[in-house]
C-alpha cells in the first residue's frame, strides 16, 4: 500500500531566516563573481546582524538577495546552483538529526517534521512531503504562488538540495528515477540531466522526484 508523510500545512506565509544561512549565501554568490556587499546594503542587511549567528533575517530581506542576485548574475539556474552547494551545516541541529538517523526512511521523516527550522521557503510558502508507490519513493514539492518570480527558483533551489542532503546522508548518490515538474522547460532545462541524472518531464500537473525506494531501509553510514 501506498505510504506518505506531510508534516506541514501549506499556507503562503513566509518565513525569517538566520545569518548563518544568509552569511552561507553571500559566500556562495560571492563565489559566483556578485558584489556581495551591494547586495547587502540594497537589501539592508548589516556586517552586525551577519556576525551573530542567531540574528533573524527577514523573510524580506532574504527574497531581495535572491531577487537582486538573479538580475545581477542573470543565470536563469541560480536556484539549482544554489540547492545543489548547500551544505547541511545551514541546517544546523537538523542536519546532526538527519545524518545521525538510522535509515533514510528516519532521516526523511526528521527533515520533513521540522522543515520550517531553517526558515527560508521550507515548511511555509514551499511544502514538502513524501510518498512510497510501487517501489519508489516520491518527494513532492508544493510551491505556493505567493512566490512571483521567484517560483522556480524556490523549487529548484528545494529540488536540487533534497539531492545534496541525501548524498550526505547516505553516503552515496540517491538513486533517482525520474523527476515532474509543474513548469516549462526553463532555459537552464540542459542543467537537470547533470543534476538529477533521472529522465526528466516538464509541464506535468505536479513537481515530483522519484527514486528506488530500496534504499529507504538502509542502514546509514553515521547512525548513532
Not at 511544502?127 to 504562488?145: N, P
Not at 529540488?159 to 550526505?168: D, E, H, K, P, Q
Not at 522526484?209 to 546509514?220: E, I, K, R, T
Request: charged fraction near 20%; include cysteine; aromatic fraction near 8%.
Amino acid at each position: 500500500m501506498p505510504h506518505s508523510i506531510t508534516t506541514a500545512l501549506f499556507g503562503a506565509r513566509a518565513i525569517n531566516t538566520d545569518a548563518r544561512y544568509m552569511t552561507w549565501l553571500l559566500d556562495f554568490l560571492a563565489s559566483l563573481g556578485l558584489d556581495i556587499e551591494a547586495l547587502a546594503k540594497q537589501n539592508k542587511i548589516k556586517a552586525a546582524q551577519l556576525a551573530n549567528p542567531d540574528s533573524a533575517i527577514t523573510a524580506d530581506q532574504h527574497r531581495g538577495i535572491l531577487r537582486d542576485a538573479l538580475l545581477a548574475s542573470k543565470d536563469t539556474g541560480l536556484g539549482l546552483r544554489i540547492g545543489l552547494h548547500r551544505s547541511m551545516a545551514t541546517l544546523d541541529q537538523l542536519a546532526y538529526l538527519m545524518m545521525s538517523s538510522a535509515t533514510l526512511r528516519e532521516s526523511t521523516s526528521v527533515g520533513l517534521r521540522y522543515q520550517n527550522y531553517s526558515g527560508r521557503f521550507s515548511g511555509g510558502q514551499i511544502v514538502t512531503s513524501f510518498s512510497e508507490r510501487d517501489g519508489e519513493g516520491c518527494y513532492q514539492i508544493q510551491a505556493h504562488e505567493s512566490l512571483g518570480e521567484l517560483r522556480l527558483l524556490a523549487v529548484e533551489d528545494v529540488l536540487a538540495n533534497i539531492v545534496t542532503s541525501s548524498r550526505w546522508v547516505l553516503g552515496k548518490n540517491l538513486p533517482t528515477t525520474r523527476l515532474l515538474c509543474d513548469y516549462p522547460a526553463p532555459p537552464h532545462a540542459g542543467l537537470y540531466e547533470t543534476v538529477f541524472n533521472c529522465p526528466i518531464r516538464f509541464d506535468s500537473a505536479v513537481t515530483e522526484l522519484f527514486f528506488d525506494a530500496a534504499v529507504l531501509d538502509q542502514p546509514l553510514p553515521q547512525a548513532s
